[in-house]
């Protein structure tokens, strides 16, 4: 759709991407669309502007089969996208994979922008555009008012994250009003905008049409709200980011070593955004957390844990805290051949055989035992169990592997991962820790094996 006189519309949303840090000539963009009045607005102004900014406009709409006349939205838009000119890619998703107790939306939201993105990969898309307005930035800050979010709450929705660009959150709903009847745009509504049951729902129609209606700047005010939360956010975030390197004692992974007192002696709410650094999360947290997150780092005791979002977990470890990203473990044992690698993404093991003596090494993930002490063709590898022994290398009789453990200050989470090797039934290696007594290498050893466990 070719066009060279703009309306105020129009103008407004080719300057803001004309004048802005992401767009480029020549580039080749999705927008995302529901069937919806916001997103079929998108869609019709950006056919209208893009040859002028010289992109190229793919539409993709995702059926979430959430209703029972989701098919409508479809054909509208391979209509619409026909009559347009333009590619149109449909996907689909399946409600069935909604797990129990997550909600719908959240549901919906992940996957569609899942599949995007996906879609962006395959395409070769520059960009991802969606519809979100002024007046969805405005409940978005009120929600996370409502939610005691704090400064990265007040930012609101982000213009830009990732792949996605949010092009119209400098309009308001009226704007969009304005100009899908002007243009004549066709559109559907989702029935479910209505059910007031819905906490966004219930701010659009209980508190921001009304308040909208005495103040008509209100878009315009939440977004300097949101401008100045970005700013405030920032520079915490960057105050942070000079504080994590003193703070972090050790690194590994998903893992991280925090010295005790440097942490307490931060103030709280910088203290979170540090968290939410080294977390790597975009999402605001809510009131509970930041108040919980506070009063465990002041008053916790070793060997306690707060739970924080997105499985991650802050551990009272002595004269530290450490902060780790739970995993699923694997609890099924693995049996293990001679000579051929184990990799389950977690750890590598390998038993190596005909190995000539080697001198013995500092690095615990590497041993050499008497090959000849092994009686079993395969080995098994399993997590370790409580009420597990084992006759540690050097030491008289056995000992329960809680002890040991204990005895060597081995944090909580390392616990949890912590992995032992069987002959038969009896444990030959505590992994990355000791060999067992009975399979150690003596003047009478001929025969050598090397055992490798890396996480």
């Known amino acids: ?53 010289n992109l190229k406009i793919n539409a993709v709409h995702i059926n979430h089969h959430l209703r029972d006349n989701s098919n409508n939205d479809q054909i509208l838009m391979e209509k619409f996208c026909k009559q347009l000119k333009i590619n149109f890619t449909l996907d689909h998703l399946n409600p069935a994979t909604k797990l129990k107790g997550e909600s719908p939306e959240a549901w919906a939201r992940n996957h569609r ?23 969805d930035q405005i409940e978005t800050i009120l ?21 996605i660009l949010r092009p119209m959150l400098c309009f308001s709903r009226s704007d969009i009003d304005q100009y899908a009847a002007e243009m004549n745009i066709p559109w559907v509504d989702d029935s479910s905008n209505l059910d007031e049951s819905i906490p966004r729902n219930n701010l659009r129609h209980n508190v921001i049409k009304p308040w909208e209606r005495s103040n008509p700047d209100l878009v315009s005010a939440f977004h300097e709200i949101s401008e100045h939360a970005k700013d405030a956010n920032e520079a915490l975030q960057f105050a942070a980011n000079l504080l994590i390197p003193d703070i972090i004692k050790q690194k590994n992974d998903n893992l991280f070593s925090l010295d005790e007192e440097q942490l307490r002696a931060i103030p709280p709410l910088l203290r979170t955004i540090l968290l939410r650094e080294l977390i790597g999360t975009t999402e ?24 924080l979002p997105n499985n991650w977990q802050l551990l009272k470890d002595r004269r530290q805290f450490i902060l780790n990203k739970t995993k699923v473990k694997q609890k099924k044992p693995i049996v293990v051949y001679p000579n051929i690698k184990v990799n389950n993404g977690d750890f590598m093991f390998i038993w190596k055989t005909d190995i000539r003596l080697e001198s013995v090494s500092d690095n615990r993930d590497t041993e050499l035992i008497d ?12 997590p370790w169990l409580p009420g597990d022994r084992f006759h540690p290398f050097g030491m008289i009789g056995t000992k329960k592997i809680s002890d040991y453990l204990i005895d060597e200050k081995v944090d909580l989470f390392s616990k ?34 090397k055992l490798i466990f890396k996480h």
Request: contains cysteine.
């Open 1 to 53: 759709m070719k066009n060279s006189v703009f309306n105020q519309f129009e103008k407004s949303l080719y300057e803001a991407l004309s004048n802005g840090d992401h767009i480029r000539v020549g580039q080749q963009i999705i927008i995302a669309v529901s069937g919806g009045k916001d997103s079929m607005t998108l869609l019709y102004s950006m056919c209208r502007i893009a040859d002028g900014l």
């Open 113 to 135: 922008y899942a599949s995007l993105e996906r879609i962006r990969k395959e395409i070769g898309a520059d960009w991802i555009f969606t519809a979100h307005h002024g007046n």
């Open 143 to 163: 929600f996370h008012l409502s939610q005691g979010t704090g400064i990265s709450g007040l930012r609101g929705i982000h213009d830009n994250q990732g792949h």
């Open 284 to 307: 605001p947290w809510r009131r509970f957390t930041h108040n919980g997150l506070r009063t465990f780092v002041t008053n916790a005791k070793i060997g306690q844990i707060y739970r």
């Open 371 to 382: 090959a000849n002490k092994i009686n079993c063709q395969t080995l098994t590898l399993r």
């Open 416 to 449: 949890e991962n912590q992995w032992v090797l069987l002959d038969g039934g009896e444990i030959i290696w505590l992994c990355g820790h000791r060999i067992s007594d009975e399979v150690k290498i003596t003047d009478k050893s001929t025969y050598y094996a």
